[in-house]
């Protein structure tokens, strides 16, 4: 059994600190079950003021229309959209995180997982709004679902890449919902069985769905998790495709290009595991969970982060080679005259993309900068900040100098309403994110027991041990009786 | 209800928990089930569980989704209404990839979280009794089914012996939320425990 568990000591450990399992339990169980401290509060009540504006702003909008965006039709997507695509791509580190992480056996997701999979969920919900809100006559919202009516019966359009965006992205929601879902039963289980007040033991009880950890349970539960996350592995990269077929399905010069798919993949990722540094630098800090959301945990991401990002940067080069050697005059002039040009009314943006996504990650090649948390938590905001960037060159400097000069405007910019909605988008996401740092386990409690022998630190020192015996010392030490 | 009797004992290190589940196995009681606190792998194949099959039926809800997909989009496009978008064919099947795909996650992963739900009679509201609060916890809790053959406090000493500690007999009634999985369990295979020593 113990060789079993060998792990490289080139690895550092993943939990520090002396600890077994019940501690893992108390150190991980502790933030849900103390009353919340000032800072929360502070944070919850500012989260919930900016959702409020939202709320206002979207009620604006409602009213009298996406004109009040300063929309026009020329111009027909700007913030929203770029805000739609910006959110969803911040939900693909959750699932990177839990799907394809695990498929790839990488211990060190277990520290982070729980965290990246609800900010993955609560990222898909404010994206969805998005698209809804924008389209204008929300009562009518769900003509896009397919359903028989009294219009022919007129179906949807299954050709088109804004309906397979309403599938990708609804069947993303609910495939990351019961991931992390799943993986939740357990830990309420343990929070149940520790609850001291009936409430709580109740409120818990429900939530566990009865949870007792039966071996078939968890062998059901293993085989569970291995197949969603295979199903999801997949999902993730098809969502972010087909928000980029958005675009990429289209004529428009600057959107009509094979790169998409590939390219808003690797910068999904990217933006997405800036908000997981983000959230987890200040988390782990507020929390007390050093020990479990180690600095090699951040160090990792931000490996990620500049690998990503100089994916991102390649595909940003190659586009622009393409647009030249492409001899596609619309194209090229998308690019020279929209882009390129700093002084056209447009151009500050693409700078801005480049500087915060490109250039900016390559600090990360140094290990100190990678484990400095100032260093991390200032990169992961100009990440974020570069990939918003990112979506609004995508569409507004494609669109607002197309085809016909006659139907240029470079009179958008946003509006207070506009912004209102994109703020309170960051209202509702950090409402949700302080309510469930509040009442569930952020870090995945079983999900660390199980690799706590094996990464754990106080374990990995006695591995060393056990890695320079003999293989008659280690029967001797570790073997067990087996009996006649 | 009809009252069953059990004996429990608690374990805190797998390696002890390993070879008791095997002489337990090899002295003929008849273990009920063992709670943890996280997945011990292998601890399913030791106590002679068979494999889920979890995965069959999650391919079956797959294909499943992959033909109300295709079925439906090719009958709503070809059949019930047919639209010429600028001449193209009106089964366009390449642009239905999308959709179909999706579909065919959408129903494997619902189909599959609601089977495990219903296999494991898991459900909001759902309250079991689980012998120890502690096998959430750090414990793991292995708990033997008296019969009518079981001698009580050869049973309990048995378990103290294999490394058991707070070995206490517990009284439940009987009923689904026990669960059942003897019908799961293989024969301990004497034979091929001898030729893997």
């Known amino acids: 059994m113990a060789l079993l568990r060998y792990e490289s000591q080139v690895r550092a450990p993943l939990v520090e600190g002396d600890k077994d399992y019940h501690q893992v339990t108390e150190d991980i169980c502790r933030p849900v079950e103390a009353k919340p401290t000032r800072a929360w509060w502070i944070g919850f009540t500012v989260s919930v003021l900016f959702l409020i504006f939202g709320i206002v702003s979207v009620t604006m909008e409602v009213i009298y229309g996406t004109g009040q965006w300063n929309l026009n039709k020329t111009i027909g997507w700007g913030w929203d959209i770029t805000n739609f695509v910006w959110w969803i791509g911040i939900g693909h580190a959750g699932t990177l995180i839990s799907a394809i992480l695990l498929l790839f056996r990488q211990g060190w997701r277990t520290g982070v997982n729980r965290a990246a999979e609800a900010m993955t969920i609560f990222a898909v919900i404010c994206a969805g709004q998005f698209p809804i809100w924008h389209m204008g006559r929300v009562w009518n919202a769900f003509f896009v679902l397919p359903y028989p009516n009294t219009r022919g019966p007129l179906w949807v359009n299954f050709n088109s890449p804004l309906l397979w965006d309403v599938f990708a992205i609804s069947t993303y929601f609910t495939v990351s919902l019961l991931f992390w879902y799943s993986g939740l039963i357990p830990d309420l289980a343990t929070l149940r069985d520790r609850a001291k007040k009936k409430w709580r033991k109740m409120l818990y009880g429900v939530a566990a769905f009865g949870w007792t950890g039966s071996t078939k349970h968890w062998q059901r539960h293993e085989a569970l998790s291995l197949v969603l996350a295979g199903l999801s592995t997949p999902l993730v990269l098809s969502v972010h495709t087909i928000v980029s077929f958005d675009f990429a399905t289209s004529v428009v010069p600057g959107w009509h290009t094979t790169i998409f798919p590939p390219y808003f993949v690797a910068g999904a990722i990217f933006s997405g595991f800036a908000m997981v540094q983000t959230l987890l630098v200040v988390t782990r800090k507020v929390l007390g969970l050093e020990e479990y959301i180690t600095l090699e945990h951040i160090d990792v991401m931000n490996k990620i982060i500049v690998l990503t990002g100089s994916i991102v940067g390649i595909a940003y080069l190659t586009e622009l080679f393409m647009a030249w050697y492409g001899a596609n005059q619309y194209e090229w002039a998308a690019f020279k005259d929209n882009r390129l040009d700093l002084f056209s009314p447009y151009g500050w943006s693409y700078w801005i993309m480049m500087g915060c996504n490109v250039l900016s990650p390559q600090i990360f090649w140094f290990r100190k900068m990678r484990r400095n948390l100032v260093v991390t938590f200032f990169m992961s905001i100009l990440v974020n900040i570069g990939m918003w960037f990112e979506r609004f060159v995508i569409i507004v400097t494609s669109v607002y100098r197309e085809y016909l000069p006659s139907a240029w405007s470079t009179y958008y910019s946003p509006t207070i309403w506009e912004a209102g909605f994109y703020l309170g988008t960051f209202g509702l996401f950090f409402t949700c994110y302080f309510l469930f740092a509040k009442f569930f386990p952020v870090i995945a409690i079983a999900e660390i027991k199980h690799i706590l022998k094996r990464s754990g630190e106080n374990y990995k020192e006695k591995m060393d041990e056990i890695e320079h015996e003999t293989t008659e010392e280690f029967a001797e030490k570790h073997g067990h009786d087996h009996g006649a | ?197």
């Open chain 2, 1 to 197: 209800m009809a009252v069953k009797k059990f004996i429990t004992g608690n374990f805190y290190e797998e390696a002890v928990l390993f070879p008791a589940v095997k002489k337990t196995r090899r002295a003929g009681y008849k273990i009920h089930d063992i709670f943890t606190p996280f997945p011990i792998h292998g601890l399913d194949k030791a106590m002679g569980l068979r494999d889920t099959s979890l995965h069959t039926a999650g391919f079956i809800y797959a294909i499943s989704g992959t033909a109300t997909a295709v079925g439906f989009i090719t009958w709503a496009l070809t059949v019930d209404w047919q639209i010429n978008f600028g001449g193209k064919p009106f089964f366009a099947l390449p642009a239905w990839i999308p959709i179909t795909f999706e579909l065919t996650v959408l129903f494997a992963a619902v189909g599959m979280v609601l089977t495990f739900c219903y296999l494991c009679q898991l459900a909001p509201f759902v309250k079991k009794d689980h012998f120890n609060l502690r096998s959430t916890d750090d414990t793991f809790v292995m708990v033997l089914e008296c019969t009518d053959k079981t001698n009580e406090a050869d049973a309990m000493s048995f378990l103290q012996s294999l490394g058991a500690s707070e070995v206490q007999v517990q009284y439940k009634e009987t009923g689904w939320w026990l669960g059942r999985y003897d019908k799961d369990t293989k024969r301990f295979e004497r034979k091929a425990e001898v030729a893997a020593q």
